[in-house]
């Protein structure tokens, strides 16, 4: 699976994101719409996690999916 699934089917994905990760807000998933640097983007915002960090945290979770 590539991230277009999920930028595609955003909808289904934002409860499991909402689930992982519960500081983002409903504004936030809104925001986000599916795009990667988007959710990394608020990771690092909400968590305070180095830009490393917040992309092993989206891979691994991004490899649960499959």
């Known amino acids: 699976m590539d991230w277009n699934r999920v930028e595609g089917n955003w ?10 990760w519960g500081k983002l807000t409903d ?3 809104n925001v986000i719409d599916g795009r990667r ?5 608020k990771l690092q915002e909400r968590y305070g ?3 490393d960090q917040v992309r092993k945290d989206v891979d691994d979770w991004f490899s649960g999916l499959k």
């Open 11 to 20: 909808k289904q994905f934002k409860g499991n994101v909402k689930e992982k």
């Open 49 to 51: 996690y180095a830009k």
């Open 27 to 29: 504004d936030d998933l």
């Open 37 to 41: 640097d988007q959710l990394e983007g």
